[in-house]
């Protein structure tokens, strides 16, 4: 069983910022790539940053220079800091993770995600 907790989502004002961080537990052989995805309200899905196992990271054209994705590999946890937020970054965040899990002799890999947690920007 594998589980992934968010934390850090709230309500924040126009300009402020948020730390979400996102811990998998549970057993595994390894966590590859891990990400941040949100859901407005009434929208699809998106992806909003990606990070690799060694690191490399991707962003949404919507939050480059304002989020940044990091992880770190000995506690399984993903972070996603979040800098001059505005209403629009207003959405229900999830965290994902790519996990090679082990089912007898055989392993493979799987996405796992979160139960999301809320971020609310507005004055």
């Known amino acids: 069983q594998v589980e992934l907790v968010e934390s850090g989502g709230g309500l924040v004002q126009p300009g402020g910022s948020l730390r979400l961080s996102c811990a998998a537990s549970?057993?595994?052989?390894?966590?590859?790539?891990m990400g941040w995805y949100r859901q407005p309200p009434g929208k699809q899905r998106e992806l909003v940053a990606g990070i690799t196992s060694i690191g490399t990271t991707n962003y949404a054209d919507s939050v480059k220079g304002r989020f940044a994705i990091s992880r770190d590999n000995a506690k399984n946890t993903v972070y996603l800091q979040m800098n001059s937020l505005r209403p629009e970054d207003t959405a229900v965040y999830l965290c994902k993770a790519d996990v090679r899990v082990r089912n007898g002799i055989v392993s493979y890999n799987y996405d796992f995600w979160g139960q999301g947690t809320q971020v609310t920007v507005s004055p």
């Open positions: 549970g057993r595994f052989v390894s966590v590859n790539a």
